[in-house]
Nanobody, 124 residues
Framework: QIQLVESGGGLVQAGGSLRLSCAAS????????MGWFRQAPGKDREFVSA????????YYANSVKGRFTISRDNAKNTVYLQMNSLKPEDTAVYYC?????????????????WGQGTQVTVST
């Protein structure tokens, strides 16, 4: 059974930091592109960041570039999202996802597996 379990969400003041983790099980982790998406109330799910099989291959949405950093530890089957300089507009449920394609994609429809999400709330 394939599972993605996110953790690390919470309430933080604007300008603060959080580190999200996503632990994967039941799949060959190194064969999956791992992505982070977020969904705010009343909005569509949007791409945040993704990392390829190689840890040097990363991609970010313009809205988070320079503030968020994605990384993965293949020995621990875990992907991380370090979020710095958080803004109120970053408030959303953050989801981890796994994609079996070789290339990084920003389309949520192309990801195969999803976690349950973790809430991030940034206060002013």
């Amino acid at each position: 059974q394939i599972q993605l379990v996110e953790s690390g969400g919470g309430l933080v003041q604007a300008g603060g930091s959080l580190r999200l983790s996503c632990a994967a099980s039941g799949l060959t982790f190194t064969r999956y592109v791992m992505g982070w998406f977020r969904q705010a109330p009343g909005k569509d799910r949007e791409f945040v960041s993704a990392i390829g099989w190689s840890t040097s291959n990363t991609y970010y949405a313009n809205s988070v570039k320079g503030r968020f950093t994605i990384s993965r530890d293949n020995a621990k089957n875990t992907v991380y999202l370090q979020m710095n300089s958080l803004k109120p507009e970053d408030t959303a449920v953050y989801y981890c996802a796994a994609d079996s394609n070789v290339r990084i994609t920003t389309s949520p429809a192309l990801y195969d597996y999803w976690g349950q999400g973790t809430q991030v709330t940034v206060s002013t």
